[in-house]
Structures are given as C-alpha cells and as structure tokens.
C-alpha cells in the first residue's frame, strides 16, 4: 500500500477530512430536530428525502468497498498502479454511513409524523426504481468476471 510521502500533509488531509465529515453531519440534524419537535414532516419534500436515500446509499457502497474489500482494492491497483492511494479515507465512510442512517431516520419520522396530504411523486419514484434496476443489471454483468471495481464505479459520485 501506498503511504504519503509527507507527514504534514497527510495529518493536514486527515484533518480537514474529519472537518468536512462534521460540518456536512450536523447538516443532518435540524430537521430531524424540528421533525421530532413537531411531530409533523408537512412541508418537508418527500422527494427529496427518497433521492438522497438513494444518493447517500451510492456513496457508502462506493465507499464502504473499496475501503474495506482487498479484491476491489487490488483491482483498483492493477488498474490504476501500486504506486497510487486508495482514493477513500475513513471519514468518507464514516459520512456516507451517517448520512444513510440520519436519511432512514427521516423516513422513518414522515412514515410516523403528520404529513398532510403529501406524497412522495412518481417521476421520483420511477428515477429511483430505474436507478436500482441499472445498478442490479450492472451487478449480473459484473458478476461473471469479478468486475467489482467496475461495477462500484457505477455508484461512484461524478
């Protein structure tokens, strides 16, 4: 594995990574706050909530594999060389996990809460039904030869 080649720079990365990891957190909460406060999600987009389910689960299982898996990281060696680092740090899999997790708990208070006559639409839930379908087809493709890096590019955010 590769291993920077300054101190300063990797405690300087390690850092701001933990920042952003804190800032875009907190991000999260107000409205589950304010959720829970008034026992009411009326005037929350639905839509919103269901897209960034799907986003963040993108995210964390780009992330989440290729920090953890060996396989997925000797492919991404094998393409890219030995002598380039694995482009995910801890904190971005600490983030995308959270973010999965405060996101369910949002779906969770509109399922509970008053909502109202709000709906999530169905353009939304057509996008987010074709986007897992394209991602269960890429997993068949990938299957056969052990694409996974590949195949988690596929949930790679651009």
């Known amino acids: 594995m590769v291993s920077w080649n300054s101190v300063p ?6 850092v701001l990574g933990w920042i952003s990891f804190v800032a875009w957190s907190v991000s999260f909460y107000p409205q589950v706050i ?17 897209l960034n389910l799907t986003k963040h689960s993108s995210y964390m299982i780009y992330n989440v594999v290729l920090f953890f898996s060996s396989t997925v990281q ?6 890219y060389g030995r002598d380039q680092m694995i482009p995910v740090a801890a ?3 600490a983030f995308s ?8 708990i949002t779906l969770f208070q509109i399922a509970i ?3 109202g006559v709000q709906k999530v639409s ?5 996008i987010v039904s074709v986007v897992w379908l394209a991602a269960a087809v890429c997993f068949f ?4 030869n052990h694409s996974w890096l590949w195949l988690i590019n596929f949930f790679k955010p651009s």
């Open 9 to 14: 720079l990797e405690i300087t990365y390690q």
């Open 34 to 50: 304010l959720n829970f406060r008034r026992k009411s999600v009326v005037g929350l987009n639905f839509d919103f909530v269901l």
């Open 74 to 79: 000797q492919q991404y060696f094998q393409k």
């Open 91 to 93: 904190n971005d899999v």
């Open 97 to 104: 996990m959270h973010a999965v997790l405060l996101t369910i």
């Open 113 to 115: 809460y008053e909502r």
């Open 122 to 126: 169905k353009i939304s839930m057509a």
């Open 141 to 144: 493709v990938a299957l056969p």
